[in-house]
């Protein structure tokens, strides 16, 4: 992808450098086809160019939701239920 990565350990923490999802969690996305891996690891991308800090659970997440093994819905809840464990409190 021609950016610097650094090993995260699974906890997301890239020190303000791009991480490559698909080089840290390969076993995600086993099975997809070329065209999906990459515009997921897009998708990631342009996320963290907005600054968020990609999760092992957020992408698994990611590419449930484009396997269809989750409907929108369910992934929107997975996001919320994150944030809010995150923060400590709930988003509504």
């Not at 396997?67 to 809840?77: L, P, S, V």
Request: proline fraction near 4%; aromatic fraction near 4%.
């Amino acid at each position: 992808m021609g950016h610097d990565k650094i090993k995260s350990k699974g906890k997301g923490t890239i020190m303000g450098r791009m991480i490559d999802v698909v080089a840290e969690w390969p076993e995600l996305f086993e099975g997809l086809s070329p065209q999906r891996i990459q515009g997921l690891r897009a998708a990631c991308a342009s996320s963290q160019l907005e600054g968020d800090v990609p999760t092992r659970e957020g992408v698994a997440d990611l590419v449930s939701r484009t396997r269809g093994e989750i409907t929108h819905e369910e992934f929107i809840a997975r996001a919320i239920a994150r944030a809010e464990a995150r923060v400590g409190r709930p988003a509504r």
